[in-house]
């Protein structure tokens, strides 16, 4: 099984090497927190204009590796391009064309809906007239238009994760960053966010999302690239990552060696009886 | 192992008390710069305490060596009461709300806490200045009986004061209205600075320190204070009084222990007040408001925006202001009605006002990120800053006029108003500088859950040492300014002192420029770091 899965590596390297220069590239990229090693040389590239997931179990490093793309958090180590451009190098030409919504970070929660993104547009640098008609059109289609003059404070967790996504996306960029844009979400929101990112994608842009559930994945992306313990197991588009595995569930806990772990007779004293 | 082999389980305070040093320890783990200043301010205390400490020994069988420790006892229990609610402390306490859901009775839990309480500088702090206290006034082995009593007593009322008086809020901070209210207790330090500040000048005027011992005399009675007294009492004979006034102390104890146990079982118990604001929360009116359409265009006037509606809306940001706008008041008009004041003790509201430029990214919270996504060169950076000090500018610089000028109607001092407004510009312009520069170099984070804590654990030193070192900048900065002022008045020169104002409001405005183009490219070539310390809360 171990074989299976490094040949899927190798197979898609040569694979889609189109015309097109990728969305992202990076090259060994490391990142140490004191002892922990969070990342640990990561290569990859992620073609343009697909969905693609970035999968993996929690503390993979998939917040970390994000972080460092979005610009968010400095390397150790590393090369980052989006669309050509160097991260670090070069912020004007990256920061105009991504939109980022990380996990674990706060918005403005003190403004409303409506005014947190009229303040986000307007710092990118957008007219005010047609910031506050994105701005509209966005609120209305993640169904947040009756709470556009509450505080973001007040919000429940979909609605923040959907305001955040608004915010990201008001200023048309050409790759969205997404860190667990569906986690603690309602089917309902959940919905809608698919929607939105479905449709941004059919347009030629790219989204980059990470999540640890296969199933969404599974059911979302073109591409996938699997981490675990600061390193990329593999990535290629969906089909080839799955291999002949049952699911992307069974693939990837092949692929990270979770498989057929058993708790013994570890948690004999387990069975909510007496202390 | 299993659960039921485990024998019996570890007492709850030498829980609390290592989990109280593992989280000193960790938030110093993180980052070497914060375990220097963490280091630092410990030192800079212990050798304040010291000096304290040597001081009271040195006051040993002077006359009023009795007026004045008590006084000083009760000086340090009023900090201990206000301090740690409106100022960065070093005060990591763990946060009791956190415990909600152990099985844990309050009455343990509270004589945990309040043990774990004792660990860190402050009470080392106190410990040093009540010994000394108590080395000053016992004689005798009656004395020295009372001694052993009182310090232990003294030291244990002022941490359970400021807990109890931080429990009770949490209650008050965590509900809207109560914000409110919160914000009110701002007068209450004001005033409690002026009283300390009036008996420091009654005693300069009304020959030395008799002028003490009728405060004193009813200090004396007052926990902890009355712990100190009982000291004096039994080396002089009283062992009644004595007694009385130890009693009163350990009563005192007793009464804050089940006050701070009521308000901690109702916190653990009742819905949160914040949880019921936003329930009924009412909806926020139409965003184009008028002050919208006057701001400018550009980064500059949503960023202004976004400042001042913090300013109204965030119960942290509005505390900040609500606090240094009624200081900055009272202190220069208190000192002027009592007819001690000068018209340069006005400078006082542009200083504490000047503050809110300092931390600028710890006020945002990890909010900064949605900042940081925005700025990609030194413009930008500038641009956010210059913003952010314009906003703090239209509040701050008619209300410096306004102190200053009714400082200056309150004494009857015009003559003086130009040269004072001056400098009072001056000091505006150079805290403007000092706070972009140390908001850039040393941002720390605000913790938005906690009522009551204004800086991250083992950040405190960092936020000390930033305030302080951009004030003693700040008034480098100023000092050409007042040697100038100075010199105009040594030499008489009274047809040019006008030239002051005009020159203070340049001088203030070119030193502010100065400062946000030193920290717009520092700002925009650190924004992860700034991001990641902003971040802890």
């Known amino acids: 099984m171990p074989d299976q899965a490094s040949n899927r590596t190798m197979d898609t390297a040569g694979g889609a090497a189109g015309a097109a220069p990728p969305a992202v590239r990076v090259e060994g990229l490391w990142k140490r927190f004191g002892e922990q090693i969070a990342v640990a040389g990561v290569d990859l590239d992620l073609p343009a204009g697909k969905f693609i997931g970035l999968v993996g179990p929690n503390g993979a490093g998939k917040t970390t590796t994000l972080s460092m793309i979005t610009g968010l958090l400095r390397p150790d180590q590393g090369r980052i391009e989006v669309v050509g451009h160097d991260v670090w190098k070069d912020p004007v030409e990256v920061k105009a064309r991504i939109g980022v919504l990380p996990e674990g970070l706060r918005l403005f929660e003190r403004l409303s809906g409506g005014e947190l993104l009229s303040y986000t547009g307007r710092l990118r640098g957008l007219p005010g007239e047609e910031v506050d008609k994105r701005a509209a059109q966005l609120l209305d289609v993640l169904d947040l238009a009756g709470a556009r003059h509450k505080l973001v404070v007040d919000y429940s967790t979909g609605m923040r994760k959907k305001i955040g996504l608004a915010a990201a996306l008001l200023h048309n960029p050409q790759v969205l960053f997404l860190d667990e844009p569906f986690e603690g979400v309602d089917p309902v929101s959940a919905q809608t966010i698919r929607g939105v990112l479905e449709r941004y994608t059919a347009s030629g842009a790219t989204v980059v999302f990470s999540s640890h559930v296969m199933e969404l994945v599974e059911s979302l992306c073109d591409w996938v690239a699997v981490m675990a313990a600061g390193r990329i197991r593999a990535h290629g588009p969906l089909a080839e990552v799955r291999g002949s595995a049952r699911s992307l569930q069974d693939a990837f806990l092949q692929l990270v060696g979770a498989n057929g772990r058993d708790t013994g007779d570890a948690l004999d004293w387990l069975g909510g009886g007496a202390r | 192992m299993t659960a039921t082999a485990a024998g019996p389980a570890p007492s709850l305070t030498s829980v609390f008390v290592r989990l109280k040093l593992s989280l000193l320890a960790n938030g110093l783990r993180q980052s070497s710069g914060r375990t220097a200043a963490f280091i630092t301010s410990a030192v800079l205390a212990l050798l304040v305490a010291a000096g304290q400490l040597i001081g009271f020994v040195l006051l040993r069988g002077t006359a009023h060596a009795a007026s004045l420790v008590v006084l000083l006892i009760a000086v340090l229990a009023l900090g201990w009461a206000f301090l740690p609610l409106f100022f960065p402390s070093g005060d990591e306490t763990l946060d009791p709300t956190r415990l ?411 030193v502010a420029w100065g400062g946000l183009r030193v920290a717009a490219p520092q700002t925009a070539a650190r924004l992860p770091e700034i991001l990641t310390a902003v971040s802890k809360g």
């Open chain 2, 100 to 510: 909600v859901m152990l099985p844990l009775r309050p009455g343990p839990m509270v004589s945990a806490l309040l043990v774990a309480s004792l660990v860190g500088i402050g009470p080392l702090f106190t410990l040093c200045l009540v010994v000394g206290a108590a080395l000053a006034l016992a004689h005798g082995a009656a004395g020295v009986v009372a001694a052993v009593v009182a310090v232990p007593l003294a030291l244990l009322v002022c941490v359970a004061l400021a807990r109890a008086v931080a429990a009770a809020n949490i209650r008050l901070l965590t509900s809207r209205k109560g914000r409110d209210l919160a914000v009110l207790s701002g007068l209450v330090i004001a005033v409690g600075i002026q009283v300390v500040n009036f008996g420091v000048q009654r005693l300069g005027q009304a020959g030395g320190l008799t002028a003490l011992d009728p405060a004193a005399a009813v200090v004396r009675w007052i926990p902890p204070a009355s712990a100190l007294g009982a000291v004096d009492s039994a080396s002089t004979g009283a062992y009644g009084t004595a007694a009385a006034q130890l009693g009163l102390s350990a009563a005192a104890l007793a009464g804050l222990l089940y006050g701070w146990q009521r308000s901690l079982t109702r916190l653990m118990t009742a819905p949160d007040g914040s949880t019921l604001a936003a329930a009924s929360e009412p909806s926020r009116r139409g965003a184009s408001t008028g002050l919208h359409r006057l701001l400018p265009g550009g980064r500059t006037g949503p960023v202004m925006q976004r400042s001042l509606r913090y300013v109204w809306r965030d119960p942290k940001t509005k505390t900040a202001w609500v606090t240094a706008l009624v200081i900055g008041l009272i202190v220069p008009l208190f000192n002027a009605l009592q007819g001690t004041g000068s018209i340069y003790i006005a400078c006082f509201a542009s200083g504490m006002l000047g503050i809110q430029m300092y931390n600028q990214f710890g006020q945002d919270t990890s909010a900064f990120w949605m900042v940081a996504q925005t700025i990609a060169s030194p413009r930008d950076a500038y641009l956010e800053l210059r913003a952010r000090a314009l906003a703090l500018l239209l509040i701050t610089l008619p209300y410096t006029m306004l102190v200053t000028v009714a400082t200056a109607a309150v004494l009857r001092d015009w003559r003086a108003l130009p040269e004072a407004l001056g400098i009072a510009l001056g000091l505006l312009g150079a805290m403007i500088a000092t706070g972009a520069v140390a908001s850039a170099r040393f941002p720390y984070s605000i913790p938005q859950d906690s009522a009551y804590k204004n800086v991250a654990p083992g950040q405190g030193g960092l936020a000390w040492i930033s305030i302080f070192g951009g004030m003693i900048a700040s008034a480098l900065l100023c000092s050409p300014l007042i040697a100038l002022t100075i010199w105009l008045n040594a030499a008489n020169a009274e047809s040019a002192i006008w030239i002051l104002l005009p020159l203070g409001a340049v001088y203030g405005a070119v």
